[in-house]
Nanobody
Framework: VQLQAFGGGLVQFGGSLRLSCAAS????????MSWYRQGPGKQRELVAT???????SYADSVKGRFTISRDRGKGTMYLQMNSLESEDTAVYYC???????????????WGQGTQVTVSS
């Protein structure tokens, strides 16, 4: 599975941005897809996750502002980011994973990052 993230850029405080992550290859094996981010001097953190069933979860810091979605047919994941704040400045990474079992370990795939910069 290959992942390619795009859509980052420079946006003003309070603005919006939409990130996309295109998956190719054996996308039928994927269970969940997620967005992570790593801000300057910070550890990488989980931002949002969406499962094959469409269940979503968000980090507390982005709840109510970010929306994750997925087009399974296209193998594409999106992150709509609204009301952006300076603290949202980070490199955003897309992640996809298979469902691990007792006999098959979970596999994580990573795309390259896309920079999001929020100016005040």
């Amino acid at each position: 599975v290959q992942l390619q993230a795009f859509g980052g850029g420079l946006v003003q405080f309070g603005g919006s941005l939409r990130l996309s992550c295109a998956a190719s290859g054996s996308i039928f094996t994927l269970f969940g897809m997620s967005w992570y981010r790593q801000g300057p001097g910070k550890q990488r953190e989980l931002v949002a996750t969406i499962t094959i069933a469409g269940d979503t979860s968000y980090a507390d810091s982005v709840k109510g502002r970010f929306t994750i979605s997925r087009d399974r047919g296209k193998g594409t994941m999106y992150l709509q980011m609204n009301s952006l704040e300076s603290e949202d400045t980070a490199v955003y990474y897309c992640n996809a994973n298979t469902l691990g079992t007792l006999s098959t370990p979970r596999i994580d795939y990573w795309g390259q990052g896309t920079q999001v910069t929020v100016s005040s």
